[in-house]
């Protein structure tokens, strides 16, 4: 997000902030200073604005799941005061806490406050994730974010100023898929700070639970983000992919693309086994089957070069690199941060590998007729999911979908 790029070039001036996390009894608390070696940890500064966390989710899961459980060990508050900007952590009573996602439908929950200067803005707010599980008729599975790593972001359309007590409501709207790798959790989030008047006494009890208001509804409908997308080819050649996505901003603010899942029909293409004895007899292959997703990442490492495959006037081209079991990390990717009413054509082309050499190969087909779902995600809530029909010509006719378990 641009806003958050300009803040983190003002000079850090050494402002200490102290923070408050609210246990749920009004006489105890915990103090918490900013992760900095250049602060003093026995310094605090007076505050005079409160400001309460708050989560809400509606997620998109597999049908039969029963609940997915995230553990978290950190909230970091990315805060500008002044004329600085730091990210404070805010650290749960136990030094972890879990929440289950399932029970956060059109229900808000309360994770902790924290006290802050009067007037400072909150530009984003990043869970430290410790772990996710999913439960799915009666068996658990472990979850992996699909952007790697171990955190997830949630920005605020604009920066949002705390001015005596506040609440920001942050909601999580992610999608469960059953990937490559396993369960992947694809984020999709959106922040809104809800003003003193909208505040009660009860909100700043860790813990407490209420149901959204139409005020929170309409908040949150009203920041949120909006993009188009559209499967412009299809093809294979070999075990040679290529693909290209069209999306625009649709919206009224800038939004950062997270990231692709393409769902529909594809055929594994892996290494045969051979006996270990003195027979060599061939035994099959080792492919497990039974994935029909696969997940890309906007952008590409800076090391690598890949082909555009289809260009389309007014769009700029960019590049989508595949998330498999090589540790393609989404620190090496480049930021898409794409501007309102903005056009890119996102293309890949090569193998959808996997495995730790490469060798296993998803295939899609490609016979018209053929249907798949292409979801993208980017911040501020901003998401579609649109179904495509293969046609003759390698290109698709889309539409959007409205059926959260994309099954074809």
């Known amino acids: 997000m641009q806003v958050i790029a300009e803040y983190k070039k003002k000079i850090l001036l050494g402002v200490i902030l102290a923070v408050i996390i609210a246990t749920g009894l009004a006489a105890s608390a915990n103090w918490v200073t900013p992760k900095s070696p250049t602060q003093s940890s026995s ?22 799941t029963t609940s997915l459980n995230l553990t ?8 500008a005061e002044s004329e600085t900007s730091q990210s404070i952590p805010i650290v749960p009573s136990g030094d972890s806490a879990t929440v289950d996602l399932m029970k956060l439908q059109n229900i808000s929950q309360t994770l902790a406050s924290a006290d802050l200067p009067n007037g400072s803005e909150i530009l984003s707010v990043t869970f430290v994730v410790s772990s996710i599980e999913i439960e799915i008729n009666g068996t658990s599975s472990p979850v992996t974010l699909a952007t790697e790593g171990n955190t997830l972001l949630i920005t605020l359309t604009e920066p949002a100023d705390v001015q ?20 992947q959790m694809v ?4 922040g809104v700070l809800k003003p003193q008047s909208e505040i009660t006494l009860n909100d700043n009890k860790v813990g407490y639970t209420q149901k959204l208001s139409d005020q929170d509804q309409n908040e949150l409908h009203h920041d949120r983000g909006s993009i188009s997308a559209n499967l412009v080819a299809l093809s294979v050649s070999g075990t040679t992919t290529m693909m290209s996505i069209q999306v625009i901003n649709t919206g009224s603010g800038p939004a950062r693309l997270v990231l692709f899942g393409i769902h529909g029909n594809f055929t594994w293409t892996c290494p045969t086994i051979v006996s270990s004895d003195s027979s060599g007899e061939q035994k099959g292959n080792d492919c497990d089957g039974g994935v029909h997703e696969v997940v890309f990442i906007p952008g590409a490492p800076q090391t690598t070069t890949v082909a555009v495959t289809t260009t389309v006037t007014g769009c700029a081209p960019r590049h989508m690199t595949l998330v498999n079991g090589l540790d393609v990390r989404s620190d090496l990717i480049n930021p898409i941060v794409m501007n309102p009413g903005q056009c890119l054509m996102f293309s890949f082309s090569g193998a959808i590998s ?9 295939v ?6 053929q249907k798949y779902i292409v979801h993208v995600v980017a911040t501020n809530g901003a998401e579609i999911k649109i179904r495509c029909t293969l046609q003759e010509s390698s290109s698709a006719s889309c539409a959007i979908d409205h059926d959260d378990n994309g099954e074809d």
Do not use: C, K, M, R
């Not at 506040?166 to 909601?171: R, S, T, V």
């Not at 730790?356 to 190969?361: E, I, Q, R």
């Open 72 to 79: 978290y060990s950190e909230i970091d508050l990315l805060v």
């Open 43 to 64: 310094t605090t500064i007076p505050t005079s604005a409160q400001l309460i966390v708050q989560l809400t989710d509606p997620p998109v899961v597999p049908q039969g």
């Open 164 to 183: 005596g007590t506040n609440a920001l409501l942050l909601e999580l709207n992610p999608t469960i898929i059953n990937a490559s790798t396993g369960y």
């Open 354 to 362: 996997f495995g730790d050499t490469g060798n296993h190969v998803l």
């Open 187 to 190: 984020p999709s989030s959106l």
């Open 364 to 369: 899609p087909s490609t016979e018209p007729g």
